[in-house]
């Protein structure tokens, strides 16, 4: 098949997704043409996308066009496909698949509402990463199409433990523990959370934290650690290519948002062995299994987030079955079972045709 993908060229987890989508289905055998046209950084993005996207959809003659989130990127192919029946050309089929915000929080700003309806609803099939999105879209949105859920996926091979002491040494001494947190220091993440965590865990054992990312809520972290002087303790490491040497040295991940749809850090992180304290929402519901391997948490909640924290990396044992067991549910999420499914959905749109 001739597949194109659509996605946002940014850090995050639904770029993450469609570019292993794409390698994964390349290594099939199909062909795949992934947009990461310059002009899309520029206003006005959907349309000029849009107007890409008919190009490609053409010159390249694809039977699918896949785009990762309902907004813009539903609504553009809507559009190209708009631009291709104005020129008599055939529609090509538009697979969407929902990550989450454009759903959970763009999407409940009744100004959106219809725009996003309108994205799902001109799509030929679309899939959600987890059973908590699914249910929030058929909630606020009544598609007309029935949702998939294709849970997201992890290459094990890539995020895979790696023994490092000496990179684990340039961090924390043998006897601290690391505590690590990613994301893009969006509000969602509760980053706030995370360093009133530590704090409380920091009193309690000897332990440092990793902060990898970048993001909005960066300048106050800093001025929080400072004002609580835990610096010495705290790294903010930035954007970083390559996780898994971060995710091997830590201990266990922190994640307290106030919502995942999924949750891709955590299951890279599981993937390393690295266990997840979190909050009990989403998909990370689906993901984390409480107290095998790893711990869900009311949201907000520090102090319970903080003890479990504290338990968890003060008992070597515990520590030991829950790091295994995190491995053990991440290889849950492979890719080759998210391929077989996607491959379904595109074969049966094509024969459809
Ligand atoms: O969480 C973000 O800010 C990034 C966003 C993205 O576009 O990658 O993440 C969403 O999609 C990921 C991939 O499916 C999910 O793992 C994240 O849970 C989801 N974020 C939220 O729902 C807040």
Redesign the pocket.
């Known amino acids: 098949m001739k597949i194109g993908i659509t996605?946002?060229p940014?850090?995050?987890?639904?770029?993450?997704?469609a570019t292993e989508l794409g390698k994964g289905l390349a290594g099939r055998g199909h062909q795949v043409s992934i947009s990461d046209y310059p002009l899309f950084e520029y206003p006005p993005y959907s349309i000029s996308l849009a107007a890409k996207m008919a190009d490609v959809m053409l010159t390249e003659k694809l039977d699918i066009m896949h785009v990762?989130?309902a907004i813009p990127h539903a609504i553009s192919a809507y559009l190209a496909n708009s631009i291709l029946g104005g020129k008599g050309k055939k529609h090509v089929p538009i697979v969407t698949?929902l990550?989450?915000?454009d759903i959970?929080?763009v999407g409940k700003d009744p100004m959106m509402m219809d725009a996003v309806r309108l994205g799902i609803n001109n799509s030929n099939a679309v899939t959600s990463?987890?059973h908590f999105?699914k249910n929030e879209t058929e909630l606020h949105f009544s598609p007309t199409l029935p949702i998939q859920v294709i849970y997201?996926f992890v290459n094990h091979d890539v995020f895979k433990k790696i023994h490092d002491d000496k990179f684990r040494n340039v961090f924390a001494k043998p006897n601290e523990k690391i505590l690590i947190h990613i994301?893009?220091f969006?509000p969602?993440?509760r980053t706030e959370d995370v360093i009133a965590v530590f704090n409380l865990v920091q009193k309690e054992l000897p332990v440092k934290l990793l902060l990898v990312g970048d993001g909005p809520d960066r300048p106050t972290l800093e001025m929080k650690c400072r004002e609580l002087c835990i610096c010495d303790k705290v790294k903010f490491l930035g954007r970083h290519p390559s996780i898994t040497p971060l995710l091997s040295v830590a201990d266990v991940m922190i994640m307290p948002?106030?919502?995942?749809?999924?949750?891709?850090?955590?299951?890279e992180a599981m993937s390393c062995e690295t266990p997840v304290i979190a909050s009990d929402v989403?998909?990370?519901r689906e993901l984390i299994e409480d107290r095998t391997n790893g711990f869900l948490c009311k949201t907000m909640d520090v102090e319970t987030m903080a003890r479990r924290g504290t338990e968890l990396l003060s008992d070597e044992d515990m520590l030991m079955r829950f790091k295994r067991s995190a491995r053990v549910r991440a290889e849950e999420f492979n890719i080759e079972k998210a391929l077989n499914e996607y491959e379904q959905i595109y074969w049966a749109l094509l024969k459809r045709k």
Do not use: D, Q
């Open positions: 996605c946002y940014t850090y995050g987890g639904s770029g993450v997704i990762h989130y698949t990550h989450g915000t959970t929080i990463v987890s999105l997201n994301s893009n969006r969602v993440k948002s106030l919502t995942e749809s999924f949750g891709l850090a955590a299951l989403g998909g990370l």
